[in-house]
C-alpha cells in the first residue's frame, strides 16, 4: 500500500531490485515479488522454527525490524510530500 501511495504522489521505488521488477513487469509484477519475498520469509522462519525456536524468535523479531524500515521511510516520504 505504501509503496502505490508513494508512486501515485510521484515518489520512487528505493529498492533496486523492486525497482527494476517494477520497471519490467509494473504494478502487478510488483506485487507479487512481495508476495514471493513474504512467502519465503514464512518458509525460511518456519524451518528454523522448527529447528531452534528460540533462533527463530530471534529471526522473525529481526525480520520484523527490517520489514518496518520501508514502511517508516514511505511514510516519511508521504508527510513530507504535501
Known sequence: MCTWMILTLGGVEVNPIAEAVLGRYGFAGMVAYKFALITLVIVFCEHIGRLRPRAAKAVVGFGI???CVPVL????QIATSS
Open 65 to 67: 525490524g527490517v520489514t
Open 73 to 76: 521511510w514511505a511514510l516519511m
